[in-house]
């Protein structure tokens, strides 16, 4: 097997989400004075995404890593007694996962759905004290 390569169109999302988080975070006082509701969210957005991009992230990387193990002459390929059913399985979970290479896309839908819905039950309620 190759070294482990890491996975772009993962890696490049999380660290995006963690330096918007590291932003938000120094930042907070002058962006949570003016509409605290909408931050609120896009923290929410930003956490819940890092949070799916980032396991799919490390999960990539582990398994490559966990594939590279039964590669026992370090040559890139396997044959004769590197052939195992853990190193079967090995692969299995390593090429077999569209769910986790289509994280990004899905964590993304998933993210602005729960952050939306979190800064509409935010605006209710403001609406609902103010009456």
């Not at 918007?20 to 004075?33: M, N, P």
């Not at 289509?102 to 609406?127: D, E, N, P, Q, W």
Request: aromatic fraction near 14%; glycine fraction near 6%; proline fraction near 2%.
């Amino acid at each position: 097997m190759d070294e482990i390569t890491i996975p772009y169109h993962l890696a490049t999302p999380t660290t995006v989400c963690v330096v918007g988080l590291l932003i938000i975070l120094f930042y907070r006082k002058r962006l949570f004075s003016k509409n605290k509701l909408l931050w609120a969210s896009v923290t929410v957005f930003l956490v819940l995404y890092l949070l799916i991009v980032g396991r799919a992230t490390f999960d990539a990387i582990y398994y490559q890593w966990d594939l590279n193990r039964y590669d026992l002459d370090k040559d890139g390929m396997f044959g004769g007694i590197e052939i195992t059913d853990q190193q079967y399985e090995a692969m299995r979970k390593l090429t077999s996962d569209t769910g986790r290479n289509f994280s990004f896309i899905t964590g993304f839908v998933f993210a602005l759905i729960i952050s939306t819905a979190v800064y509409i039950s935010g605006r209710v309620i403001l609406k609902l004290k103010r009456q």
